[in-house]
Protein backbone atom coordinates (compact mmCIF):
# COMPACT_ATOMS: atom_id res chain seq x y z
CA UNK A 1 0.00 0.00 0.00
CA UNK A 2 0.78 3.49 -0.72
CA UNK A 3 1.83 5.66 1.99
CA UNK A 4 3.90 8.47 3.76
CA UNK A 5 6.53 8.12 5.96
CA UNK A 6 8.32 10.22 8.33
CA UNK A 7 11.99 9.69 10.38
CA UNK A 8 12.58 9.95 12.82
CA UNK A 9 9.76 10.10 15.21
CA UNK A 10 11.25 11.80 18.01
CA UNK A 11 13.93 13.98 18.10
CA UNK A 12 15.88 16.02 21.00
CA UNK A 13 18.70 18.21 19.92
CA UNK A 14 20.64 21.36 21.12
CA UNK A 15 20.20 25.29 20.10
CA UNK A 16 21.98 26.19 17.54
CA UNK A 17 22.47 22.77 15.72
CA UNK A 18 20.93 22.03 12.23
CA UNK A 19 18.54 18.94 12.15
CA UNK A 20 17.27 17.50 9.23
CA UNK A 21 13.79 15.82 9.44
CA UNK A 22 12.56 13.40 6.44
CA UNK A 23 9.51 12.90 4.39
CA UNK A 24 9.42 9.98 1.86
CA UNK A 25 5.92 9.10 0.15
CA UNK A 26 5.36 6.33 -2.18
CA UNK A 27 2.04 7.49 -3.96
CA UNK A 28 3.91 9.44 -6.94
CA UNK A 29 2.07 12.86 -5.33
CA UNK A 30 3.68 15.94 -7.13
CA UNK A 31 2.98 17.79 -4.35
CA UNK A 32 4.69 18.23 -0.81
CA UNK A 33 3.88 19.88 2.42
CA UNK A 34 5.31 20.79 5.71
CA UNK A 35 3.07 21.65 8.61
CA UNK A 36 3.82 22.31 12.13
CA UNK A 37 1.56 21.81 15.01
CA UNK A 38 1.78 24.06 18.43
CA UNK A 39 -1.46 24.57 20.83
CA UNK A 40 -3.62 26.94 20.33
CA UNK A 41 -2.06 27.48 16.34
CA UNK A 42 -3.20 24.33 14.49
CA UNK A 43 -1.27 23.27 11.55
CA UNK A 44 0.97 25.96 10.15
CA UNK A 45 2.74 25.71 6.29
CA UNK A 46 6.41 26.15 6.60
CA UNK A 47 7.64 25.08 2.44
CA UNK A 48 5.92 22.93 0.06
CA UNK A 49 6.19 21.81 -3.32
CA UNK A 50 4.46 21.23 -6.61
CA UNK A 51 7.35 18.69 -7.98
CA UNK A 52 10.82 17.99 -8.68
CA UNK A 53 13.11 21.15 -8.11
CA UNK A 54 10.15 23.15 -6.87
CA UNK A 55 10.36 24.68 -3.74
CA UNK A 56 8.13 27.47 -1.98
CA UNK A 57 7.91 29.16 1.46
CA UNK A 58 4.51 29.12 3.45
CA UNK A 59 3.80 31.78 6.26
CA UNK A 60 6.40 30.19 8.88
CA UNK A 61 9.45 29.46 6.55
CA UNK A 62 11.66 31.81 8.42
CA UNK A 63 15.26 29.11 9.82
CA UNK A 64 13.72 26.41 7.51
CA UNK A 65 14.30 24.80 4.21
CA UNK A 66 13.80 22.33 1.89
CA UNK A 67 14.62 20.77 -1.55
CA UNK A 68 13.26 18.62 -3.38
CA UNK A 69 15.39 16.27 -5.55
CA UNK A 70 12.96 13.41 -6.57
CA UNK A 71 9.22 13.21 -6.52
CA UNK A 72 9.11 10.79 -3.04
CA UNK A 73 11.14 13.01 -0.63
CA UNK A 74 10.90 15.97 0.34
CA UNK A 75 13.29 16.80 3.55
CA UNK A 76 13.36 19.53 5.86
CA UNK A 77 15.97 20.90 7.08
CA UNK A 78 16.54 23.30 10.65
CA UNK A 79 19.98 25.80 9.75
CA UNK A 80 20.38 26.53 13.16
CA UNK A 81 17.70 25.32 15.70
CA UNK A 82 16.14 27.36 17.96
CA UNK A 83 13.62 26.86 21.21
CA UNK A 84 10.85 28.62 19.07
CA UNK A 85 11.36 25.60 16.76
CA UNK A 86 10.52 22.69 19.34
CA UNK A 87 7.36 21.64 17.61
CA UNK A 88 5.53 18.91 16.17
CA UNK A 89 5.87 18.35 12.36
CA UNK A 90 3.42 16.68 9.63
CA UNK A 91 4.71 16.23 5.99
CA UNK A 92 1.89 15.70 3.64
CA UNK A 93 1.43 14.69 0.15
CA UNK A 94 -1.61 15.32 -2.33
CA UNK A 95 -2.34 14.99 -6.30
CA UNK A 96 -2.02 17.50 -8.51
CA UNK A 97 -3.17 20.05 -9.29
CA UNK A 98 -4.18 20.19 -5.53
CA UNK A 99 -7.91 20.85 -4.60
CA UNK A 100 -7.59 16.98 -3.35
CA UNK A 101 -6.67 15.32 -0.32
CA UNK A 102 -4.11 15.55 1.49
CA UNK A 103 -2.42 12.58 3.20
CA UNK A 104 -0.33 12.79 6.55
CA UNK A 105 2.94 11.14 7.52
CA UNK A 106 3.20 10.37 11.63
CA UNK A 107 4.39 13.17 12.18
CA UNK A 108 7.81 14.21 14.24
CA UNK A 109 8.22 15.80 17.73
CA UNK A 110 11.18 17.97 17.77
CA UNK A 111 12.87 19.14 21.01
CA UNK A 112 15.19 21.76 20.92
CA UNK A 113 16.80 22.34 24.72
CA UNK B 1 -3.10 34.99 1.84
CA UNK B 2 -6.24 32.96 2.86
CA UNK B 3 -7.42 33.21 6.33
CA UNK B 4 -9.27 30.74 8.32
CA UNK B 5 -10.97 30.99 11.46
CA UNK B 6 -12.12 27.94 13.41
CA UNK B 7 -15.47 27.52 16.31
CA UNK B 8 -15.54 27.18 18.82
CA UNK B 9 -12.28 26.19 20.27
CA UNK B 10 -13.76 23.68 22.48
CA UNK B 11 -16.96 21.81 22.44
CA UNK B 12 -18.31 19.34 24.73
CA UNK B 13 -21.67 17.08 24.05
CA UNK B 14 -23.55 14.18 25.86
CA UNK B 15 -23.13 10.95 23.84
CA UNK B 16 -26.22 10.58 21.03
CA UNK B 17 -26.17 14.73 20.75
CA UNK B 18 -25.34 16.41 17.89
CA UNK B 19 -21.83 18.78 17.26
CA UNK B 20 -21.33 21.67 14.69
CA UNK B 21 -18.30 23.30 14.05
CA UNK B 22 -18.12 26.34 11.97
CA UNK B 23 -15.46 28.05 9.77
CA UNK B 24 -14.88 31.08 7.39
CA UNK B 25 -12.73 32.12 4.81
CA UNK B 26 -11.80 34.76 3.23
CA UNK B 27 -10.37 33.72 -0.40
CA UNK B 28 -12.85 33.58 -2.81
CA UNK B 29 -10.55 31.74 -4.81
CA UNK B 30 -10.78 29.01 -2.28
CA UNK B 31 -12.97 25.61 -4.00
CA UNK B 32 -12.28 22.85 -1.97
CA UNK B 33 -12.79 22.61 1.90
CA UNK B 34 -11.66 19.11 3.71
CA UNK B 35 -12.82 18.40 7.55
CA UNK B 36 -9.88 16.53 9.24
CA UNK B 37 -9.45 14.42 12.35
CA UNK B 38 -7.08 14.00 14.53
CA UNK B 39 -7.08 11.50 17.61
CA UNK B 40 -4.55 11.91 20.14
CA UNK B 41 -0.93 11.40 19.01
CA UNK B 42 -2.25 11.06 15.62
CA UNK B 43 -2.13 12.34 12.16
CA UNK B 44 -4.78 14.50 11.16
CA UNK B 45 -7.21 11.98 8.57
CA UNK B 46 -9.78 13.15 6.13
CA UNK B 47 -13.30 12.21 7.06
CA UNK B 48 -15.45 14.61 4.91
CA UNK B 49 -14.64 17.60 2.07
CA UNK B 50 -16.88 19.16 -0.10
CA UNK B 51 -16.20 21.58 -3.47
CA UNK B 52 -17.22 24.63 -3.98
CA UNK B 53 -19.99 23.25 -6.31
CA UNK B 54 -22.04 21.87 -4.34
CA UNK B 55 -23.87 23.03 -0.92
CA UNK B 56 -23.88 19.58 1.01
CA UNK B 57 -22.35 16.53 1.67
CA UNK B 58 -23.28 13.69 3.73
CA UNK B 59 -21.60 10.47 5.26
CA UNK B 60 -23.56 8.31 7.77
CA UNK B 61 -23.48 10.47 10.55
CA UNK B 62 -20.98 13.12 9.11
CA UNK B 63 -22.53 16.31 6.83
CA UNK B 64 -20.63 19.70 5.44
CA UNK B 65 -22.87 22.54 4.45
CA UNK B 66 -21.14 25.15 2.42
CA UNK B 67 -22.01 28.85 1.89
CA UNK B 68 -20.43 30.50 -0.76
CA UNK B 69 -21.79 33.45 -0.47
CA UNK B 70 -20.93 34.06 2.76
CA UNK B 71 -17.91 32.12 2.97
CA UNK B 72 -18.60 29.45 5.43
CA UNK B 73 -19.01 25.77 5.82
CA UNK B 74 -19.70 23.40 8.54
CA UNK B 75 -19.44 20.38 9.96
CA UNK B 76 -21.96 18.67 11.38
CA UNK B 77 -22.04 15.24 13.50
CA UNK B 78 -25.06 13.71 14.63
CA UNK B 79 -25.88 10.52 17.08
CA UNK B 80 -22.13 11.65 18.16
CA UNK B 81 -20.06 8.57 20.02
CA UNK B 82 -17.21 8.47 22.60
CA UNK B 83 -14.73 7.60 19.72
CA UNK B 84 -16.07 10.81 17.94
CA UNK B 85 -13.84 12.37 20.72
CA UNK B 86 -10.70 14.25 19.03
CA UNK B 87 -9.31 17.49 17.40
CA UNK B 88 -11.29 18.79 14.38
CA UNK B 89 -9.73 20.69 11.62
CA UNK B 90 -11.74 22.60 8.63
CA UNK B 91 -9.41 23.44 5.74
CA UNK B 92 -9.53 25.70 2.48
CA UNK B 93 -7.72 24.83 -0.90
CA UNK B 94 -7.41 27.10 -3.85
CA UNK B 95 -6.56 25.01 -7.52
CA UNK B 96 -2.98 25.82 -5.98
CA UNK B 97 -3.27 22.85 -3.68
CA UNK B 98 -1.85 23.68 -0.41
CA UNK B 99 -4.71 24.22 2.41
CA UNK B 100 -5.01 27.08 4.93
CA UNK B 101 -5.84 25.17 8.03
CA UNK B 102 -8.00 26.52 11.09
CA UNK B 103 -6.92 26.57 14.78
CA UNK B 104 -8.93 23.44 15.50
CA UNK B 105 -12.29 22.07 17.94
CA UNK B 106 -11.28 19.99 20.56
CA UNK B 107 -14.79 17.53 20.44
CA UNK B 108 -15.21 15.74 23.78
CA UNK B 109 -18.09 13.14 23.95
CA UNK B 110 -19.32 12.27 27.14
CA UNK B 111 -20.95 8.27 27.51
Known amino acids: DAEITQSPRHKITETGRQVTLACHQT?????MFWYRQDLGHGLRLIHYSYGVQDTNKGEVSDGYSVSRSNTEDLPLTLESAASSQTSVYFC????????????FGQGTRLTVV | GENVEQHPSTLSVQEGDSAVIKCTYS??????FPWYKQELGKRPQLIIDIRSNVGEKKDQRIAVTLNKTAKHFSLHITETQPEDSAVYFCAANTNAGKSTFGDGTTLTVKP
Open chain 2, 27 to 32: DSASNY
Open chain 1, 92 to 103: ASSESPGNTEAF
Open chain 1, 27 to 31: WNHNN
